[in-house]
């Protein structure tokens, strides 16, 4: 009688330590998910913008002017101000998911009607203190299909 008690005892412990591991992992696994999604959330300003649309490449002048991005748990906003005129001031936001590396934006408030409610999927790339975003903007009703690559330093922490 002594040996099944003793298995059965055994049997139960084993079973209560493998859940208790997996209980364990899984904590650490949505721990490190939300370590990634809280890197990106901040205040960034822009500091290299290129646009590539057929065999044109611009690389944004940006001397002049400031770029902000602001991130939150899951809104974002962003304002361009020109530095020495009135002129030239922009801006927009909406809400945003991020799942891995795949950054997509819904641009719910801006100035421009065709944009309004449009979707943008980007790669982005934390590396220390930059983000880097990159991606396709197509939106044929506002005569928009380009490739971006912009790149952000964090300016809040």
């Known amino acids: 009688m002594k040996k ?6 055994f049997i139960i412990a084993m079973v209560t330590i493998i859940s208790c ?49 602001i991130l939150n748990k899951d809104h974002f906003a962003f304002f361009n101000q020109n530095k020495n005129a ?7 936001g909406g809400t945003y998911t991020l799942k891995g590396n795949v950054y997509t934006e819904r641009l719910d408030y801006i100035g421009v009607k065709e944009l309004r409610g449009h979707e943008f999927t980007f790669d982005i790339e934390i590396k220390g203190d930059t983000l880097i975003q990159s991606g396709i903007e197509d939106v ?16 809040n922490e």
Do not use: C, Q
Request: glycine share 8%.
């Open 4 to 9: 099944p008690f003793s298995i059965s005892v």
């Open 21 to 69: 591991g997996e209980k364990e992992s899984t904590k650490e696994n949505k721990v490190a998910i939300a370590e990634d999604e809280n890197k990106i959330m901040g205040s960034w300003l822009l500091v290299y913008g290129e646009t590539r649309t057929s065999d044109t490449v611009e690389v944004k002048e940006l001397s002049n002017t400031e770029f902000i991005k």
């Open 86 to 92: 009135d002129e030239g001031f922009y801006g927009g």
């Open 140 to 155: 044929p009703e506002a005569g928009i299909k380009r490739h971006i690559v912009e790149k952000y330093i964090r300016i």
